[in-house]
């Protein structure tokens, strides 16, 4: 009996340390090849704190945030391009230029009022901004009859 749990704690490991390897090749095949590397991080925040390297990709009404060191199949990060309002932009500061991966300003943004800072290449900021700006009016914007199935069950 006491020579079973040796091996069972072996299979155990070994069975974690697979599905962590199966995991990890699976968000970097699927995510790199199609995402836009970008650099984000929540505010407030001081010094070079906070940042979190990862992809975007855009989904619809929905920008989905992968950072590059998680294992989850989930994004990190989820802004609804309703909810997204551009607030400024700044330079890096010295320190920050030292590590963040391009030449470009970092840009400024809210998301359902919690302030965000991100740094993306020329291209993927025209991205960002182009996805915030082409969003039709929320009051005209046609619901899902699924989502609308949705919203009335929650209601009651």
Known sequence: MSSIIPQILMWL???VFFA??????????????SGTSAIIRRLPATGNHGWRHG???YEGKELKF??????????DGVF???????????????EEASFLPFNEPIFEFTHDAVAYEAQM?????????????SAPDA??????????RRRMRNKH
């Open 13 to 15: 490991l070994l069975l």
């Open 20 to 33: 962590a390897g199966a995991l990890a090749a699976w968000r970097f095949f699927t995510l790199r090849s």
């Open 55 to 57: 992809l975007v990709r």
């Open 66 to 75: 992968y950072q590059l060191r998680s294992l989850s199949p989930f994004p």
């Open 80 to 94: 609804n391009r309703f909810s997204v309002e551009l607030t400024g932009q700044r330079e890096a500061t010295r």
């Open 121 to 133: 290449s020329a291209h993927g900021r025209m991205a960002f901004v182009a996805w915030i700006e």
């Open 139 to 148: 009051r005209t914007d046609k619901m899902s009859p699924r989502e609308l």
